[in-house]
């Protein structure tokens, strides 16, 4: 079960948001009065799909998935990683969660009341930019992966997803997944079948070394070429 403390300096944390030096100092305090950070385990739901936006979520430390629950399988839509907002689209949309989000790793997590963000971000320009920044970002992430879902082949689209954990998310060639190969395929939006086949055959002619959950892009170049070909 997730355990909570309250914050004790905003200003001072090594994982506060660049947006929060876009306000004032009462308006910061504002922020930390209603913060709750919470210690989640890996494994444990931050939230639900379908369940009503009550605080803002910013992910300090660790890692989670966000996905969107099927019927008969999950797409992962995005892996996020420390000092970032999470779920900004839902705040500022419907108040509704479409996607759940679930730790990858224990993971600390700032949950701030939704209405002080959001009276914030009313009356203060530079620092509703940059929150809506966060959510222009996500967003153009998303409508890329859907292209790639709809137009790349199964190699160029599993070829794309190394290169961008390797080069944007873990921001080294040698990383640690901490997707079982079944998210992995999730992510992907293939079988975990395929998945398997295609990370075999990477291997094979020496494009990716495997060791267990660390990934090594050992040629980087020809990894581009497949995902551009698709």
């Known amino acids: 079960m997730a355990k909570f403390t309250h914050a004790n300096s905003c200003n001072t944390c090594p994982y506060k948001d660049y ?7 009462n308006d910061v305090d504002l922020i930390q009065n209603s913060c709750l950070i919470v210690n989640f385990k890996k494994g444990e739901n931050v939230c639900k799909q379908g369940t009503e936006v009550t605080h803002a979520l910013y992910l300090a430390k660790g890692s989670v998935k966000l996905y969107i629950e099927g019927k008969n399988k999950n797409l992962i839509l995005k892996i996020i990683t420390q000092s970032k907002y999470i779920g900004l689209q ?3 949309g419907d108040r509704i969660y479409q996607y759940t989000i679930t730790t990858l790793e224990d993971s600390q997590i700032c949950m701030i009341n939704a209405n002080i963000i959001l009276d914030l971000a009313k009356k203060n320009v ?3 930019f940059e929150l809506t920044r966060n959510i222009s ?12 879902i709809n137009q790349k082949q199964l190699r160029g689209r599993l070829a794309d997803v190394l290169l961008h954990f390797s080069e944007n998310v873990f921001k080294s060639d040698t990383f640690e997944l901490k997707l079982t190969r079944k998210e992995l395929a999730e992510y992907s939006a293939m079988s975990m079948e395929n998945t398997v086949r295609i990370l075999n055959e990477y291997k094979k002619d020496g494009i990716i ?17 497949v995902a551009e070909l698709g």
């Open 137 to 148: 970002e996500s967003t153009n992430f998303v409508y890329k992966k859907i292209i790639d």
């Open 209 to 225: 070394g495997i060791e267990g959950k660390i990934f090594t892009i050992k040629q980087p170049d020809i990894l581009r070429k």
């Open 90 to 92: 839902s705040l500022f």
């Open 19 to 25: 947006a929060l030096t876009k306000l004032q100092t």
């Open 126 to 128: 530079d620092y509703l």
